[in-house]
């Protein structure tokens, strides 16, 4: 009997173990730092980041993901605003995708001036290309005023993007 306890104790911690190790295989949680995110994440939000999301489903315009630039080692949340094969353009506080006008209905907080604000620019302005090339996302955060992001240092690659974001309950 003594043995059998033994066992089913063994085999629980052996389970246990295994979902914490599975779960921080799958899922991610990182902290908000600074403001680029705002009204959508406050900074010292927990947010979840999914790295399956990248596996099972394709990344579409308006996703906020996790990432990281290789040549600075440095982590940044973004919305994703082009997509590959995507021509895109600000103009007059408005995101043109393909020719089209497209809302963004997260900058919705039109009171608050802290989201609009993104400035006239052509995406050959900035990368020097008319379309975003396969593999290659364009990404700006929600405080347009206040955020580093692809119109400073370019197109994310999907093998720095570290995951999809969920926010942490």
Do not use: W
Request: charged share 25%; net charge positive; glycine share 6%.
């Amino acid at each position: 009997m003594k043995k059998k306890r033994k066992i089913a104790f063994t085999t629980l911690i052996i389970i246990c173990l295994s979902a914490i190790f599975i779960k921080n295989l799958i899922f991610v949680e990182y902290k908000v730092e600074g403001v680029s995110m705002q009204p959508t994440y406050e900074e010292g939000k927990l947010l979840s980041v999914n790295r399956l999301s990248l596996f099972f489903h394709s990344l579409k315009r308006f996703d906020v993901i996790l990432f990281q630039l290789p040549e600075s080692n440095e982590t940044y949340v973004k919305r994703i605003i082009g997509l590959p094969g995507d021509e895109i353009h600000y103009k007059d506080d408005m995101l043109y995708v393909n020719g089209e006008a497209m809302e963004e209905p997260f900058l919705s907080h039109k009171s608050s001036n802290l989201s609009k604000s993104t400035g006239n620019f052509t995406l050959e302005e900035v990368i020097d290309k008319t379309r975003i090339p396969e593999g290659y996302f364009f990404v700006i955060g929600d405080n347009r005023l206040q955020s580093r992001d692809s119109r400073h240092f370019g197109l994310v690659h999907i093998d720095n993007i570290i995951g999809k974001v969920g926010e942490k309950k």
